[in-house]
């Protein structure tokens, strides 16, 4: 490669020493569960967060109601770490009125304990849990606000802004709190509040993330980030929460305001498909697994290629993989198994600790790829490092081709809505052709699919996505975010 593109990021005898994952994967985002009334309240919960994993492993929390005080649990780490039979049991003597729960990783705010959710505070007119899908990019502006009044903030979360506004007399004292707090946010939410006497759930106006509504065979309410928390709760999907709505949960069952109209275009985040949901859900009235399939049919018709095996990275190229492999006829084949007993925040100092990991963390059968031309199938690529390992341990087991094929296009642009991507600095698509890319990782070659590819393969009209990440084109203005909300005032002042 030329001499201007031996960047730290790009070159690991430079690299850095940085703590960060040993991955090269996009970090999910968030979880958010709750449930109204149902006796198993707190163990349904449990099972809801536990489906939900995927969106979040750092934290986890629980928050429950007997109508009369809130408590909740919260702790880092995984579910099943967090919320032990005796922590669950505590919980469900504590109250089942109402439930709400939080998978957690750090879109904004450090991976600190005081950061897990739900956020659990109590002000004049009670005490309120919060459990927040997304990014705010007025978190800071509003925070400077009302530390500049004198607020003390107790994390470093943008979720605690919502609290504040939320107690702040200018929402307070409006007929509608919730409403008129929300009007006060700009980005991604997807939010349940947990009242004494109600879930409060609500959907930011653009539909950046998912949040569904459904009903358990007894009647009770449910909202979770994902249909899969449904199903595993043997509850019946009933509809998503629509941008722009407030939906409550209480004794009175199910009712429904609006915050704020639908944005004129909505933000579907196209990378829930590409990547972080659960295969099994569906998302923005898509099964995720199919759309994937046909993510890889896509790129078989635009990138085709010789090959003996068509072989998926574990494990979010698995079903790219399966679709390209049923377009172009070529045989699927899995040569390189996970080693489920690592984790996947495999935390190392230097970029050779972080190489020996990923070796770790994915061993490849050379009895399979050995003098084979292969078609490696994944979802992404974001710094590109660990990709190249993974390319290098394949090569070492003697693959005669290695030709990658990535499920969507590059990313080369920041996501201020809920992504954890790398900064523009850091993605090495930013600035960066493919051909760079491919020398990079030293692979025979390499195809990213297009945005028309992957639009295509997306249930409803291509406006209504949001793809940022990949054209630069958000929504809303990230750069001069404000303490007041500024989309179409114009409509907003009906309420």
């Keep these: ?125 009670g005490q309120v849990a919060v459990a927040h899908n997304g990014n705010l990019i007025n978190a800071d502006a ?100 629509e941008p722009g709505e407030i939906v409550t949960l209480s004794d009175d069952g199910v009712t429904s305001r609006r915050f704020a109209p639908e944005a004129p275009q909505l933000a579907r985040c196209v990378f829930e498909h590409v990547y972080f949901a659960n295969p099994a859900s569906i998302v923005f009235g898509q099964n995720v697994l199919t759309a994937r399939e046909a993510m890889g049919a896509a790129l078989a018709r635009e990138a085709p290629v010789k090959a003996d095996y068509v072989m998926p990275m574990p494990d979010s190229g698995r079903s790219a993989a399966n679709g390209y492999a049923s377009e172009s006829g070529i045989p699927y084949r899995e040569g390189i198994v996970p080693n489920r007993y690592v984790g996947r925040t495999f935390i190392k100092p230097t970029q050779e600790e972080r190489a020996a990991a990923v070796r770790l963390k994915l061993n490849v059968v050379s009895e399979i790829v050995n003098d084979k031309k292969l ?19 394949i090569r070492e087991a003697g693959a005669a081709e290695i030709h990658v094929r990535i499920s969507c296009p590059p990313i080369k642009h920041p996501c201020y809505f809920g992504v954890d991507f790398a900064t523009r600095e850091q993605l090495i698509a930013h600035e960066r052709s493919v051909e760079e890319i491919r020398a990079y990782l030293e692979v025979d070659s390499l195809h990213f699919l297009s945005l028309d590819g992957l639009l295509s393969t997306m249930k409803h009209d291509q406006p209504s996505y949001c793809t940022a990440c990949y054209s630069g084109d958000y929504r809303i203005d990230v750069e001069h975010p404000t303490t007041e909300q500024v989309v179409y005032k114009e409509q907003l002042g009906m309420f």
């Design 142 to 241: 509003l925070r400077h606000l009302f530390a500049e009044r004198g607020h003390l903030f107790h994390t470093t979360s943008d979720t605690e802004v919502m609290i504040h506004l939320l107690a702040a007399p200018e929402q307070r004292l409006t007929a509608d709190p919730i409403a008129a707090t929300l009007r006060r946010l700009q980005g991604a939410f997807s939010v349940a509040f947990l009242f004494s006497d109600r879930i409060e759930a609500a959907r930011d106006p653009w539909g950046w993330r998912p949040l569904v509504l459904g009903e358990m065979p007894t009647g009770e309410p449910v909202v979770a980030s994902e249909t899969v928390s449904l199903d595993v709760v043997g509850a019946k999907f009933i509809r998503e929460v």
């Design 1 to 125: 490669m030329p001499n201007d593109l031996a960047l730290p990021v790009l070159d690991p005898r430079r690299q850095p020493i940085v703590r960060a994952p040993a991955t090269d994967a996009p970090k999910e985002k968030c979880g958010v569960f709750g449930i109204w009334n149902h006796p198993r309240g707190a163990h349904f919960t449990y099972l809801g967060l536990f489906a939900q994993q995927h969106r979040g492993q750092e934290s986890a929390g629980i928050a429950v109601t007997d109508r009369n005080q809130i408590i909740a649990h919260t702790g880092m780490g995984l579910v099943p770490d967090v919320f032990t039979p005796k922590v669950l049991a505590e919980l469900a003597q504590s109250g089942h009125a109402g439930v709400i729960g939080h998978n957690r990783y750090s879109t904004s705010g450090g991976s600190q304990s005081c950061n897990a959710q739900p956020l659990l505070e109590s002000f004049i007119d």
């Design 375 to 393: 078609i490696i199938v994944d979802d992404s690529i974001v710094r590109g490092t660990t990709t190249r390992v993974k390319m290098k341990q």
